[in-house]
T-cell receptor, first 110, second 113 residues
Framework: DQQVKQNSPSLSVQEGRISILNCDYT??????FLWYKKYPAEGPTFLISISSIKDKNEDGRFTVFLNKSAKHLSLHIVPSQPGDSAVYFCAASSGWQFYFGTGTSLTVIP | DTGVSQDPRHKITKRGQNVTFRCDPI?????LYWYRQTLGQGPEFLTY????????KSRLLSDRFSAERPKGSFSTLEIQRTEQGDSAMYLCASSPGHGYGYTFGSGTRLTVV
């Protein structure tokens, strides 16, 4: 049973434009959410997090939005750069374990 | 401290052989996790240690899999009698506690031929 879902397997965006990656979850007990970025042959790298007491967290070009009523999480990257091309995973936790989505492959076109 | 280290990076083994992977977490992190990732999937939880105690094991972890974390430092994951379905990237992660994200290692890619 997939508790965290990323329904878009891939996304292509022009350099300089906004990338929006989406994530839905089913467990209302989740209280901490993360986004990870993964390059081929490497482990996932932490990008940004948000706790359930917030609805927005910003770090440079990356902003994560949380809509608890909709059980929806999104990552905005502005402006998108070619180096952002990678697979992005969202993850959610209610304790010690994180549940991961299946990932969205982002391609930023120069 | 340079992060979470995993060894080896790649392992090719024949079906039926045993393999062992090692993970060295960030030294201040008392939580250590093993995940497995296959192509097109997100990381799937295998097992979790808090210090030296193994607190949770996924049902994905069959009897052929065993993990240890002696003295609460490094951890090993052993797979006995490997099968082709064991081919995957095995990821180790550590964390200082709840409310903090994981730091992942680079993973060990296992290929069973």
């Amino acid at each position: 049973d997939q508790q965290v879902k990323q329904n878009s397997p891939s996304l292509s965006v022009q350099e300089g434009r906004i990338s929006i990656l989406n994530c839905d979850y089913t467990n209302s007990m989740f209280d901490y959410f993360l986004w990870y970025k993964k390059y081929p042959a490497e482990g996932p790298t932490f990008l940004i997090s948000i706790s359930s007491i917030k609805d927005k967290n910003e770090d440079g070009r990356f902003t994560v939005f949380l809509n608890k009523s909709a059980k929806h999480l999104s990552l905005h990257i502005v402006p998108s750069q070619p180096g952002d091309s990678a697979v992005y995973f969202c993850a959610a936790s209610s304790g010690w374990q994180f549940y991961f989505g299946t990932g969205t492959s982002l391609t930023v076109i120069p | 401290d340079t992060g979470v280290s995993q060894d080896p990076r790649h392992k090719i083994t024949k079906r039926g052989q045993n393999v062992t992977f090692r993970c060295d977490p960030i030294s201040e992190h008392n939580r250590l996790y093993w995940y497995r990732q296959t192509l097109g999937q997100g990381p799937e939880f295998l097992t979790y240690f808090q210090n030296e105690a193994q607190l949770e094991k996924s049902r994905l972890l069959s009897d052929r899999f065993s993990a240890e974390r002696p003295k609460g430092s490094f951890s090993t994951l052993e797979i006995q009698r490997t099968e082709q379905g064991d081919s995957a990237m095995y990821l180790c992660a550590s964390s200082p506690g709840h409310g903090y994200g994981y730091t992942f290692g680079s993973g060990t890619r296992l290929t069973v031929v």
